[in-house]
């Protein structure tokens, strides 16, 4: 089932979306594959520690966050991943490497690799490892506010 949070969260704003099951998957990638979604369209949700604050970075499945990149964008001095250890307890419902992309969940704000929204659909983790949410960009726009930066 769907991060509780998640599915309250989209029924809340009348967000029509599809929850996608697939075989059990860990990264964005197989996640896309298991699912039947292409790479573009699937969203892979990192957690950026920019100047000690956690902001969500949101990429294609198929590419890497470009730190550097989102440095500059932001105007950053600093830019590194955020650890595993320091998320555990940040986003309850969650399994590691599922977090949907949506910052109002957790507080954090939310950047956007352009090419997501190029399509019309986007697909993310479900916040877990057997479930991706499918929804309209226009809608995940909307509710998400998120900024766009190239990364």
């Not at 039947?36 to 990192?46: L, Y």
């Not at 109002?104 to 950047?111: A, M, N, S």
């Not at 929804?135 to 995940?140: C, E, G, K, V």
Request: hydrophobic residues 45%; charged residues 25%.
């Amino acid at each position: 089932m769907p991060m509780t949070r998640l599915v309250e969260f989209l029924k809340a704003n009348g967000v029509p979306h599809q929850v996608i099951p697939h075989r059990l998957a860990f990264t964005a990638r197989t996640v896309a594959g298991a699912a039947h979604i292409p790479g573009r369209e699937m969203a892979k949700t990192v957690v950026v520690d920019l100047d000690g604050q956690h902001v969500l970075a949101v990429v294609p499945a198929d590419r890497k966050v470009d730190l550097e990149r989102l440095r500059l964008a932001t105007g950053a001095y600093y830019a590194d991943l955020a650890e595993e250890w320091e998320l555990a307890h940040d986003f309850p419902g969650c399994e590691p490497g599922t977090l949907p992309p949506f910052g109002d969940l957790f507080g954090l704000e939310v950047y956007v690799e352009p090419h997501l929204a190029e399509d019309a659909e986007i697909a993310f983790s479900a916040g877990n490892h057997r479930e991706v949410v499918r929804m309209a960009y226009q809608d995940f726009e909307r509710l998400a506010h998120p900024t766009l930066v190239p990364m």
